[in-house]
């Protein structure tokens, strides 16, 4: 009788339990199979590999499909297939990628793991990669969270789809670093204490716990007074996305030759140096007008002029605390009052971290991505090669998503507690937000250029970014020439089609999104922009928040007295008062450590230990790519050992392959 080797590859487990069987058939290309065949009782957690042999009465020859089952018991435990490769009577072998958990009573396909186009099936499967893909869209159901925003999954965290819930590993790691660390540690050290802090020394009482000893955090504390520091942030800190050069300055904004001419290069004006390119703006007016959480908390709009002064570094050289000039609303400048440039500072700091959690990093990052995943899985097979490429860099986002939604970002979550703003809040500034959320300011290349910072010097998050973005870029070009031979494959991808128009649906922003695909070029710059916004722009405004954010006066999450109205009226107790108080100040740390932090057994960019793709040219593209990032993060290294603050959140040994934290 013919007989065909079976290897079936496991991987990590919630539970062993020898009760609960697995069943296994092989399929051909006309639907005939092989008998169901019970797999080896031993099927868990000590076992990364299992082999066995399945005999039939007739040679099924090519084998295109595999069908698991498992048998139905008292206690659902739940079995990880990881991969399964099935050797023919011929002696030729077909694989079978999985990466996926197998439940109770329900069927699971696997399809041979040559990437196909959908129309390269032959018509039976057609059928079937139909029937696939209308199973999933009843599975991922679009739900609006908010009004206008992007859309995302309906579902809580506990009852997830299980092939994008938390593995156990992850599970873990999330629990420990935000219920251990916010709920426990930080909260039990300052119960009882709502005061504010008696000077600017206390604030590394809450540093204790932490080594920050020759850390670029430690660095931050001893300078973040001084003008340079609060500049070198709007280029490299962990919202490099908010400054812009000026060319006009802003009705809204009178600012005078006379107020700042001593900040400026001798003998030269201001609108010289409007013209010659050195003036640069960061506009919080999408705060304007924002309610608070409460009477206790101030929210301010400011305008910040910053200037690219002799050592080619960018200071600060005029602040307003609002969108509406006027005796109310100086403008204050570096030669005022030491706290009243202090404070003033302080001000564009808070500002900054509002717009940063919700809008560069919620919004931007975390919500656009779960976009991009769901119309994956409603709109692409499992053998889209698109599929395959994508799949790992959305590994855990609508999981953590869920959680966020969930903790840190509802009504009464840890966001309004840290931050001056309630649901209503951040409901108005994400809408002001989405008028702005184009695919084109999604394209890294284009953002910067439309910001005029191609040529701004020390702009190491540009420097790294394009070179990542290229990278990334060039690998998903190779791959999806390997599949499309013609701008008309990529017109003729049903799939690829309504995955474009499933993401403009889901973006509640559809005019300012593609509904289609041309080109191949075309393809591979959506692609791009999709892995890199999971990737490479996650990475950046994600990972330094502990470093930026952990000491409390440089980034002030609320403020608790009004902006000032006039000059000369702030000392250093007026601006103690203002800042977040003990516990406000001990949530934050908390917050921002535990979102800073990689998983244990991170995947960065271009580790991919789930292979979906079997094809060699592919296998070959995944090579090259990963050889370019090591040349990046080599480039990267050998800049660095110059710079007293190293940039490193887009080296690409630091950037995770998904938002998944």
Known sequence: MPTYKVFVSTGRHKIAEKTNSIYLTLMDSENKSSERTLVNKTFDALEREISFNIRVKKDLGDIVQVKLEKEKHFVNFQRFCKHIKVKAPSGKCFEFPCHRWIEDEKEVIIREGTARLPHDEPELLKKQRQEELKSRQKIFRWKDWGPDFPMSIDGKMIKLPGEVQFDAKKSSDFKLNFVKVIEESFLDKIKGFINSWKDMRDFENILEDFNIENTLLETVMQDWSKDYMFGYQFLNGCNPVMITKCVNLPKNFPVT???????????????????????????????????????????????????????????????????????????????????????????????????????????????????????????????????????????????????ARENLFNEGGVLSKISSLNRAGMEKVMQSAMKTLTYESLCFPEAIKARGMEDVPMYYYRDDGMKIWETINCFVSAVVKIYYDSNEAVQNDTEIQEFVKDVSFGMNNSDKFQKSLKTREDLSEYLTVVIFTSSAQHAAVNFGQFEWHGWIPNSPSTMRKPPPEQKGQVDIKYIMESLPDRGCSSLVLGTVWALSQFQKNELFLGTYPDMCFTEQPVKEAIKTFRKKLDEVTNIIKSRNEGLTMKYCYLSPDKIPNSVAI
């Not at 400011?302 to 002799?310: A, N, Q, T």
Request: contains cysteine; aromatic residues 10%.
């Open 257 to 403: 030759h006379e107020m700042v001419k001593g900040f400026l290069k001798t003998g030269v004006t201001l609108q010289e140096e409007l013209k010659a390119g050195n003036i640069y703006i960061a506009d919080y007016k999408i705060l304007d007008g924002v309610p608070t959480s409460s009477s206790q908390r101030y929210l301010a709009a400011p305008i910040c002029l910053l200037y690219k002064d002799r050592l080619d570094q960018i200071v600060p050289i005029a602040i307003q605390l609002s969108q509406n000039p006027g005796e109310k609303s100086p403008i204050f400048v570096p030669s005022d009052n030491e706290y009243d440039w202090m404070l003033a500072k302080m001000w564009v700091k808070s500002a900054d971290f509002s717009v940063h959690q919700l809008v560069t990093h919620l919004l931007r990052t975390h919500l656009i991505s779960e976009v991009f995943e769901m119309a994956m899985y409603r709109q692409l097979s499992a053998v889209h090669p698109v599929y395959k490429l994508l799949k790992p860099h959305v590994r855990f986002t609508i999981a953590i998503n869920a959680a």
